[in-house]
């Protein structure tokens, strides 16, 4: 099944809006689609409408940031009720944070000379409440002070550089817990982006699947096929549900376009396997 289970609309930091995403999937032939923005379930109802009327089977989604061993980790939720009270709360918590980590950021930038920062990114997001890198990225490139958005994130906003912040975001077990009492599926997204020691890396999923995590991206845009074959020997050992994701956020800015990731290895058991498109 071409299934395409992790993108960002408008509603985060992608550069369409739900309804767009939607039709460019259906564009690329994707069978199966979730919509996941990060920490905010706002797209839902227009993707899911756009996906009714485009014939596009579709899946309630979230991304949601995660603080582990001095990283931040992104869990997936699939199969969410993306109502439920708990889950809106919980993102709620973690979307307060961004706000003030945004802050911080532009404060960041003013002190080596790149003034605006803040409002720029602000005004390029579709939720003022939902700045993030990717937007500060966005509005760098506009002032023409870096050619693209990778290396605006090189050169200022990874870790060890002028304009990155640390933030505590959400517990591990608090994602998990939000997007099973949700009636959802958790997954880890993009597991090779992280910079875990092999030990770190064990313990994320020992704590994930004791929380009641079920599944990893074993092919995602951000994969390697050398990472995406040992994250498939990771699904087989621990007995984990494999997921299959683009990660797009936008045509200029994403290495993989919707619908468009390598197949699963099959003898994988798909997490679509486990969802039910509505």
């Known amino acids: 099944m071409n299934a395409d289970l992790h993108c960002h609309s408008t509603v985060s930091d992608g550069l369409l809006s739900p309804t767009q995403v939607v039709r460019r999937a259906r564009d690329n032939g994707v069978e199966l689609l979730a919509l996941t923005d990060h920490d905010e379930v706002g797209g839902i109802d227009e993707a899911r409408a756009a996906a009714a009327g485009l014939g596009v089977p579709f899946i309630a989604g979230v991304e949601i940031s995660v603080s582990f061993a001095g990283e931040t980790i992104h869990i997936v939720g699939l199969g969410i009720d993306h109502r439920d009270a708990a889950l809106l709360a919980g993102l709620h918590q973690v979307r307060s944070g961004r706000d003030a980590r945004?802050?911080?950021?532009?404060?960041?930038?003013?002190?080596?000379?790149?003034?605006?920062?803040?409002?720029?990114?602000?005004?390029?997001?579709?939720?003022?409440?939902?700045?993030?890198?990717?937007h500060f990225a966005r509005f760098l490139v506009n002032q023409g002070v870096m050619p693209d958005t990778k290396t605006v994130f090189d050169h200022y906003l990874v870790r060890g550089k002028p304009g990155f912040v640390e933030q505590e975001w959400a517990r591990l077990d608090e994602a998990v817990g939000w997007i099973t009492a949700a009636g959802g599926i958790a997954v880890v997204a993009h597991p090779a982006r992280y910079r875990l020691s092999n030990a770190d890396m064990a313990r994320l999923f020992d704590q994930f699947q004791a929380a009641g995590g079920e599944a990893v991206e074993v092919v995602s845009g951000a994969h390697t096929p050398d990472e995406a074959a040992r994250f498939a020997s990771e699904a087989r050992r621990r007995g984990l549900l494999a997921s299959r994701a683009s990660d797009f956020h936008g045509e200029r800015e994403s290495a993989v376009d919707l619908g468009r990731c390598n197949p699963l290895p099959p003898d994988l058991v798909p997490v679509w396997t486990r969802l039910t498109p509505h």
């Open 102 to 134: 945004a802050v911080r950021m532009g404060d960041e930038l003013a002190r080596i000379g790149i003034r605006g920062a803040l409002e720029g990114a602000r005004a390029l997001a579709g939720n003022p409440a939902l700045v993030s890198r990717s």
